[in-house]
């Protein structure tokens, strides 16, 4: 790939998340001057006093939400995408989010009554932790079958059956329980950005930092399992140990944005493909860096449609991700001739 055409790229990469946050912040049921809100962001004072509460308390940690959601979980897929050398691949395919389904079922679906959960907010700590618990048994369990399996394939394997039986498990709470617990957990699994709190968003900002700094200590692994795990065996790579800080660092990414935000679909599955497009290449040295801002900008537009501009309505933002995430893969495929293409490029 042309240099030039790379690196203008990576700076029209960042200038398009700021505007996209400057959009984002600029829309919801109250209509603030776009002015307004600039002077508010640069630490200047607003018309009403409202505004800036609004703003801060609401506006900006649901944006900045998307943008750590749409950065964690891209890196997340590229990763899983990469271990398993699979297209379909994503960073839920070890069951993460269905054990973390599993935590809050077994939360919101038995023995705890709707009252009681009246008491909290369902994005505060109460359901975070029990999604982390979820997701991190099914993670142990994971790890423990890393330990044991030859090939990625197999763990791939088993982790779909993981996923599965979660699943299964959530199903029958569902069917003993009522219309109206059911309806609370409905409302967990479309996924949301907002309500979280200055403290939640410094939280999980602090865990996705960690996921990706991981990730980028596993660059050179990660282009080497990209040929095969023979081939990165014969470069004298540990592939065991380079599996398990791989399965690690997705499990704090895709796991934690899933704690507090729920489950969200088809971004990292979506953004890796959308990206190697866009940079032709499969040199993760580029792709990180470049898969973490695209994601950024897919979600923050994501956020954008479910609010649904001009209206008070908002959308389930999950719904969202799907219906611009099917349609980019669809035509990466029909672009591409086939998904193994779109993959390997």
Same mark, same amino acid.
């Given at each position: 790939?042309?240099?030039?055409?790379?690196?203008?790229?990576?700076?029209?990469l960042?200038?398009?998340?700021?505007?996209?946050?400057?959009?984002?912040?600029?829309?919801?049921?109250?209509?603030?001057?776009?002015?307004?809100?600039?002077?508010?962001?640069?630490? #200047?004072?607003?018309?009403?006093?409202?505004?800036?509460?609004?703003?801060?308390?609401?506006?900006?940690?649901?944006?900045?939400?998307?943008?750590?959601? #749409?950065?964690?979980?891209?890196?997340s897929?590229?990763?899983?995408?990469t271990?398993?050398?699979?297209?379909?691949?994503?960073?839920?395919?070890?069951?993460l989010?269905?054990?973390?389904?599993?935590?809050?079922?077994?939360?919101?679906?038995?023995?705890?009554?709707?009252?009681?959960?009246?008491?909290?907010?369902?994005?505060?700590?109460?359901?975070?932790?029990?999604?982390?618990?979820?997701?991190?048994?099914?993670?142990?369990?994971?790890?423990?079958v890393?330990?044991?399996?030859?090939?990625?394939?197999?763990?791939l394997?088993?982790?779909?059956m993981?996923?599965?039986?979660?699943?299964?498990?959530?199903?029958?709470?569902?069917?003993?329980?009522?219309?109206?617990?059911?309806?609370?957990?409905?409302?967990?699994?479309?996924?949301?950005?907002?309500?979280?709190?200055?403290?939640?968003?410094?939280?999980?900002?602090?865990?996705?930092?960690?996921?990706?700094?991981?990730?980028?200590?596993?660059?050179?692994?990660?282009?080497?399992?990209?040929?095969?795990?023979?081939?990165?065996?014969?470069? #004298?790579?540990?592939?065991?140990?380079?599996?398990?800080?791989?399965?690690?660092?997705?499990?704090?990414?895709?796991?934690?944005?899933?704690?507090?935000?729920?489950?969200?679909?088809?971004?990292?599955?979506?953004?890796?493909?959308?990206?190697?497009?866009?940079?032709?290449?499969?040199?993760?040295?580029?792709?990180?860096?470049?898969?973490?801002?695209?994601?950024?900008?897919i979600?923050?537009?994501?956020?954008?449609?479910?609010?649904?501009?001009?209206?008070?309505?908002?959308?389930?933002?999950?719904?969202?991700?799907?219906?611009? #995430?099917?349609?980019?893969?669809?035509?990466?495929?029909?672009?591409?001739?086939?998904?193994?293409?779109?993959?390997?490029?």
């Amino acid at each position: 790939m042309d240099k030039k055409y790379t690196y203008k790229l990576f700076l029209w990469l960042p200038a398009t998340i700021i505007l996209l946050l400057l959009i984002n912040v600029s829309l919801g049921s109250i209509s603030i001057p776009f002015s307004d809100i600039i002077s508010l962001l640069i630490g #200047g004072e607003s018309t009403k006093e409202s505004w800036a509460n609004i703003l801060f308390n609401f506006r900006l940690p649901k944006a900045l939400a998307a943008i750590i959601v #749409g950065i964690g979980l891209s890196v997340s897929g590229l990763q899983m995408q990469t271990l398993f050398r699979n297209p379909l691949a994503g960073p839920f395919v070890l069951g993460l989010s269905s054990g973390a389904s599993l935590g809050v079922a077994l939360l919101l679906l038995a023995g705890v009554s709707v009252s009681t959960l009246g008491l909290f907010d369902l994005t505060g700590w109460v359901v975070v932790i029990a999604a982390s618990l979820g997701s991190g048994l099914v993670l142990l369990l994971v790890m423990a079958v890393s330990l044991r399996v030859r090939d990625s394939m197999t763990l791939l394997i088993i982790g779909l059956m993981f996923g599965s039986l979660t699943g299964a498990v959530v199903s029958i709470l569902q069917y003993f329980s009522t219309g109206e617990e059911v309806q609370v957990y409905l409302f967990w699994t479309f996924g949301s950005l907002g309500g979280l709190s200055w403290n939640e968003v410094s939280i999980l900002s602090i865990i996705v930092a960690i996921g990706i700094l991981m990730s980028l200590f596993l660059v050179k692994p990660l282009n080497a399992l990209l040929l095969s795990e023979n081939y990165a065996k014969s470069m #004298g790579l540990d592939v065991k140990k380079a599996r398990i800080l791989i399965i690690l660092g997705t499990s704090l990414l895709a796991g934690s944005i899933t704690a507090f935000c729920g489950p969200i679909a088809f971004i990292g599955l979506a953004v890796p493909h959308l990206t190697r497009l866009l940079f032709s290449t499969a040199d993760h040295k580029i792709l990180l860096p470049a898969v973490a801002m695209t994601g950024a900008i897919i979600m923050l537009v994501c956020d954008i449609v479910s609010q649904v501009p001009g209206s008070d309505m908002i959308l389930p933002i999950n719904a969202i991700t799907s219906l611009l #995430g099917a349609p980019v893969v669809i035509w990466i495929i029909l672009r591409r001739g086939s998904m193994r293409n779109s993959f390997a490029n």
